[in-house]
Nanobody, 124 residues
Framework: QLLLVESGGEPVQAGGSLRLSCATT????????MGWFRQAPGKDREFVGV????????SYADSVKGRFTISSDTAKNTVYLQMNNLKPEDTAVYYC?????????????????WGQGTQVTISS
């Protein structure tokens, strides 16, 4: 059974930083692309970024490019989302997801397994 567990969400003031974690199994970590999505109240789910498994390539949404960075720790089977210069519009529930596909997928439909989400709230 695939398992994704996010953590790290908390209230932060605008301009601050936060790092989200997504822990998973060794199988998922080594064979799945790992993505981050977010959903704000009343809005559709939005792609944030993804890291491919084979070459560690990353891709980001324009809205977070230059501020957010995805990395991974092989020893911990964990993917991270480092978020800097946070803005109130970054407030959302952030989800980690796994896609059994190559490259850097960005469509929600490409991801078959999702975590439970972690709340990020940015105050102005």
């Amino acid at each position: 059974q695939l398992l994704l567990v996010e953590s790290g969400g908390e209230p932060v003031q605008a301009g601050g930083s936060l790092r989200l974690s997504c822990a998973t199994t060794e199988l998922v970590f080594k064979t799945y692309a790992m993505g981050w999505f977010r959903q704000a109240p009343g809005k559709d789910r939005e792609f944030v970024g993804v890291i491919s498994r084979i070459f560690g390539q990353t891709s980001y949404a324009d809205s977070v490019k230059g501020r957010f960075t995805i990395s991974s720790d092989t020893a911990k089977n964990t993917v991270y989302l480092q978020m800097n210069n946070l803005k109130p519009e970054d407030t959302a529930v952030y989800y980690c997801a796994a896609a059994r596909t190559g490259g850097t997928p960005s469509r929600g439909a490409d991801f078959g397994t999702w975590g439970q989400g972690t709340q990020v709230t940015i105050s102005s």
